[in-house]
């Protein structure tokens, strides 16, 4: 093999292993934007759950702590005089501060 030869074949695999480098640099920056947009979707969900949380400390079935009963084919959730109902727990909790958000502004 010729001096020329030995440099035409260096200079070919430098070409090959740039191109290599840049594909792999290409996938490697695909790899890590689909991982941080994977995160950031966590964290998303993370911080809404939180949040839903949080709101729910505020409500005032939760603050007030009604009594709650079954009330034939429902639910009663009762507080001094205010009393709320329905088909679920749930429902009935946030009839009554549906209820007394309406007391509060009377």
């Given at each position: 093999?010729t001096?020329?030869e030995i ?12 191109v290599?480098i840049a ?9 890590d934007l689909?991982?941080?947009t994977?995160?950031?979707e966590i964290?998303h ?5 939180s949040l839903h949380?949080?709101a729910?400390?505020?409500r005032?079935?939760?603050v ?5 009963r ?5 639910w009663m959730?009762?507080y001094?005089?205010l009393?709320?109902?329905g ?5 009935a909790f946030?009839e009554f501060?549906?209820r007394?958000?309406g007391?509060?502004?009377?």
């Amino acid at each position: 093999m010729t001096i020329e030869e030995i440099q035409v074949a260096a200079q070919r695999l430098i070409s090959a292993s740039q191109v290599r480098i840049a594909k792999n640099i290409e996938k490697q920056t695909e790899i890590d934007l689909e991982k941080t947009t994977y995160e950031m979707e966590i964290s998303h969900k993370i911080a809404d759950r939180s949040l839903h949380q949080s709101a729910n400390f505020l409500r005032p079935s939760f603050v007030l702590r009604p009594s709650l009963r079954q009330s034939g084919k429902g639910w009663m959730a009762e507080y001094g005089d205010l009393t709320a109902f329905g088909e679920t727990p749930n429902i009935a909790f946030q009839e009554f501060d549906d209820r007394w958000v309406g007391k509060d502004e009377l």
